[in-house]
């Protein structure tokens, strides 16, 4: 298989269950990778959820990173994290499932 050269962009996302509430996070910059070791990094600081219903965020949920390469078009990986929203005396408490264990 010949080096990977690709012009590619991750794109992170969440679902909420049950409701199947989706909503896009962000979108990295785009960057030219190449075959062997590479990094992304993608942050931010809130997460509106004002809207939802309090039922649809104590649940379980999914944040998922997508890689996608423009040429061909095609998404290359993606990487999921489960989250579990508690509630712990009335304060919302956020746990996220590392996905390598």
Do not use: W
Not at 34 to 55: C, E, K, Y
Not at 80 to 91: K, L, S
């Amino acid at each position: 298989m010949g080096a990977v050269h690709a012009l590619t962009r991750g794109v992170v996302g969440a679902v909420l269950s049950p409701a199947r509430v989706a909503a896009v996070l962000g979108k990295t910059e785009e960057q030219t990778m190449q075959a062997g070791p590479n990094a992304m990094q993608f942050q931010i600081d809130t997460i509106d959820v004002s809207a939802l219903a309090r039922h649809v965020l104590t649940n379980v949920g999914l944040i998922s990173l997508k890689l996608f390469a423009y040429d061909p078009p095609q998404e290359i990986v993606q990487v999921g994290m489960v989250t579990q929203v508690t509630d712990e005396n009335g304060e919302l408490m956020r746990h996220v499932f590392n996905p390598i264990e």
